[in-house]
């Protein structure tokens, strides 16, 4: 499983009985907020709800290759999820009600 903290500014993942916990990324997070994750593919998505500069980031599950994939014209991005069909991240941004995010 993945969590985000957004107490401690830090996403985390372990397996279900709480074993091999581990701190994914710790840095360079304001306020992380949701999470999404594409298991066929191994990508994890996450929104940093950073009023200063929000963003959705993405990394490999095993917390390699992160990147920015959304930054500009981007609120409050809260509410996230991926559809492995259509291969589509979708989000909800609490900052632009009237918009709502697509990326694929």
């Known amino acids: 499983m993945f969590w985000t903290d957004s107490g401690l500014d830090k996403i985390e993942r372990a397996r279900l009985d709480g074993s091999e916990r581990r701190v994914l990324f710790d840095t360079e997070l304001v306020n992380p907020r949701a999470i999404a994750v594409d298991p066929v593919r191994g990508n994890l ?14 990394s490999t599950v095993n917390g390699a ?19 492995p069909f259509s291969k589509l991240l979708c989000w909800a941004d609490a ?3 009237a918009e709502d995010g697509l990326l694929q």
């Open 45 to 58: 998505y996450w929104t940093d709800w950073n009023r200063e500069a929000p963003k959705i980031e993405t």
């Open 95 to 97: 900052g632009n009600v």
């Open 65 to 83: 290759n992160r990147r920015v994939l959304v930054n500009k014209d981007i609120g409050l991005p809260n509410g996230l999820t991926f559809d």
